[in-house]
């Protein structure tokens, strides 16, 4: 069984800035990639940000320059920092994991359960 759990969301006045973290535990044998994407009521869930076992990173042309991802492998732990944020970064944030799970060896993906990030004055 695998698990990934979310913390750090909240609500922060525009301009200011959040990090999320994300922990994967469990049966894992290894883990391809992680990530963060986000959805609003109504909205489809888009990508935020990924990384891979490479440490190779994409991110949504919308928070460029303002958002970094990042990952402390021996911990299966992802961390999303948001910096400069705004109104329209309010969402339920999701942290999702492609990875391979022991015992069989499985790939497939998992997801957080979602926290809750507002932006508002």
């Known amino acids: 069984q695998v698990q990934l759990v979310e913390s750090g969301g909240g609500l922060v006045q525009p301009g200011g800035s959040l990090r999320l973290s994300c922990a994967a535990s469990?049966?894992?044998?290894?883990?391809?990639?992680m990530g963060w994407y986000r959805q609003v009521p109504g909205k489809q869930r888009e990508l935020v940000a990924r990384i891979t076992s490479r440490d190779s990173t994409n991110y949504a042309d919308s928070v460029k320059g303002r958002f970094t991802i990042s990952r402390v492998t021996v911990k299966n732990t992802v961390y999303l920092q948001m910096n400069s944020l705004k109104p329209e970064d309010t969402a339920v944030y999701y942290c999702?994991?492609?990875?391979?799970?022991?015992?069989?060896?499985?790939?497939?993906?998992?997801w957080g359960q979602g926290t809750q990030v507002t932006v508002s004055s």
């Open positions: 469990g049966s894992i044998f290894s883990i391809n990639a």
């Open positions: 999702n994991a492609d990875l391979v799970s022991a015992g069989p060896l499985l790939r497939k993906d998992y």
